[in-house]
């Protein structure tokens, strides 16, 4: 087999663009397992629901979905508030309730269990509201194709969700390392009771952290919503993937998850191309395995924010 | 406590007496009431929901229909609905279920290959009519079962007939493909690749995705670097509308191929534009101007205010099968039903239909090419010449060099 070198950096751009979407869904994932110890699988389900959004608020305002899934993200968000406020809350009150002081609760099978429930719910619910027939999200970005020299050529939607991504990247790793709320964030994932106890309300930052994550997971359901299509189960088969990038970055480590996506985007698109792309599933879960063998905590280690 | 041990005795004997009488009630069948009853299998839920749903409305239409005529041999027809997901577990507790808790005396479905494939054993054993409208995995009707009549295509006869008119009319020198990586896409890849080998064609690549993928690039990436003449292709239509989208985004405009699973308006939308130029096979046109399919079109269009997919033709022509089987027999009997559907003929939504020896339905597809007719993307029949509604048009004119 001969491998042309634009065939090359044809696969290394696309494998690129690919994880930088890889790490926007994981570090959502990552953060809510990093602060409230939760795994979420309904993590799927906040991307699912941020790409319908984006498709009624342009059947219902017009516009660009691109300009309009931050707008869905926040949406999404609020609904990631209410569920913390509504559903959470009170499971973690009674956990605290028979434990005493502050801790991870949310570890707890019951919240697990909850977060699956929710998964199934919320596919179901979509299909009632929008239906099981797949929709595309018209924008005309996913039309105008950037031809580069060498026979290059990718859509402007794809460049933009790629850039979208990046920045968001940036923002939240600046968020976090930067401000007061970052840094109560960050003590929180640390100790709960420590936080609690020099005054940061981690109800609060739950509530932040539920907000993070579930927009962001919204937001990459939103920008790439018009480049693939959007269907109720599209969420479940993100999430497997969205897994694979939080483990192999680290439980918890949002640097690590974005690197973590990066890494399996690529691996993805090489491990396609040399080995056939039969195997280009396997190879996801062969790094998350060799890095669980041999550095359990993660490329980066788990935790660190 | 010597009475409530008598009083026990008592209870665990009446339970015994009424669940074997419910057993024999249920076993003998409803022969003497009024209503039979059908069982359909279907994704009304998850992944391939949208294809459950044509299912699902065509056999209610179906079975309205029947009743709406007086039923058969006098009997209501009452159709059970179970959802199965497509998982062949649910699938075969929901067929246990139709089979011992509601006694239908056929069941109609699956989608997937696998499920049918999964829960036929028991219902041959139970003694019960198979209807597969929309499977298509060749094994279905190779296993000799007396009872499974097929009324569409299967994977063999589709996936030669389609390699058969490339061959003939496009006249590659290459061909690459490119499928899903499960029992249908690896079948449908050897069928077609087969074929085509043994005319002389050259394959260049050979390319999988695994189920649930949205993104594509990496194969066809290697697919535009082989540069083969045609890409056949077997995907869903969701898949399909992802992989032509993705393959005009890196700029491969080549001749696509596919197989019947893309006919659907839904398809054409969710494609848009990228679909055009695509040739595919198709079991079912609802622009087709013979008298069965005309009318099924219209009935199905009031009833639902949108057109059949090709599913829900395929459905249609089950009950259809089921219906003139049991009228020509003239009995329930199951053996002497099964046997009167082997000698039938008759005209369903999808052509003339009889069946084979192994309950194989022998329809002819079609081949049609997604053209602008009007400003709008439509299915224009290529192939055979008695339906042909016009002339095949080269990527090159479509989209310029």
Known sequence: MVIQPMELLEQILFGLMIGGIYGVIGVGLTMIFGVMRLSNFAHGEFYMLGAYFTYTFVTLIGGDPFILAPLAAIAVGAVGIAINKLLFKSLYEELKEAKGAAAFYFQDLKFIMLTIGLSILFVDLALVLWGPIPISIPSPLTKHIIKLPGGLSFSLARLIAFVVAIATLVGLYAFLKFTKTGRAIRATAQNPSAAMLVGVNIYRIYDITMFLSTGLAALAGGILGPIYNVYPTMGLDVVAKAFVVVITGGMGNVIGSILAGFLIGLAESLGGLFLGTEYKQVVAFVIMIIVLWVRPEGILGGGRK | ?401
């Not at chain 2, 899903?180 to 043994?198: C, F, M, P, Q, T």
């Open chain 2, 1 to 401: 406590m010597a009475l409530s041990k008598n009083v026990l005795v008592i209870v665990v004997v009446a339970l015994i007496v009424i669940v074997a009488a419910a057993f024999y009630l249920t076993q003998t069948g409803p022969t003497a009431g009024g209503t039979v009853k059908v069982g359909l299998i279907a994704p009304l839920t998850g992944g391939l929901a949208e294809h459950g749903l044509d299912m699902k409305q065509a056999a209610i239409l179906a079975v309205d229909e029947i009743n709406k005529q007086g039923g058969i041999l006098g009997k209501k027809v009452e159709l059970v609905i179970e959802d199965t997901e497509c998982n062949p577990t649910k699938a075969t507790a929901a067929v246990q279920r139709l089979l011992t808790q509601e006694n239908v005396y056929a069941v109609f479905g699956e989608y997937c290959s696998t499920v049918t494939l999964a829960v036929q054993p028991s219902i041959m054993e139970a003694k019960k009519l198979l209807f597969v409208p929309v499977s298509v995995a060749t094994k279905i009707t190779e296993q000799g079962y007396k009872y499974t009549f097929r009324t569409c295509a299967n994977q063999w006869m589709q996936t030669t007939q389609n390699a058969d008119w490339v061959v003939e009319h496009l006249k590659p020198k290459t061909a690459a493909m490119l499928g899903v990586n499960d029992d249908y896409g690896r079948e449908g890849l050897k069928i077609w690749g087969d074929r085509a080998k043994s005319k002389g064609v050259k394959i260049v690549a050979e390319e999988y995705f695994d189920k649930g993928s949205t993104d594509f690039t990496s194969q066809l990436s290697k697919i535009k670097a082989a540069n083969p003449d045609v890409i056949f292709v077997v995907a869903n239509i969701r898949d399909a509308a992802n992989i032509l989208r993705q393959a005009h985004e890196i700029g491969l405009y080549k001749q696509f191929v596919m197989l019947g699973g893309v006919t659907s308006d839904e398809f054409l939308q969710l494609a848009d534009d990228d679909a055009l130029g695509l040739v595919h096979v198709s079991y079912f046109e609802p622009t087709s101007k013979r008298p069965a399919a005309a009318e099924f079109v219209k009935k199905f269009r009031e009833r639902w205010g949108r057109n059949p997919a090709m599913y829900a033709a395929g459905v249609w022509d089950a009950f259809l099968a089921f219906k003139l089987g049991v009228e020509k027999a003239g009995t329930w009997d199951v053996d002497k039903v099964a046997d009167a559907i082997r000698s039938l003929k008759f005209e369903g939504a999808q052509g003339t239909i009889y069946f084979d020896e192994k309950g194989q339905a022998q329809t002819k597809v079609l081949l049609v090419q997604v053209q602008k007719v009007g400003g709008k993307l439509k299915r224009v029949i290529l192939y055979p010449p008695s339906d042909k509604q016009g002339e095949y048009i080269p990527p090159e004119k479509l989209y310029g060099g």
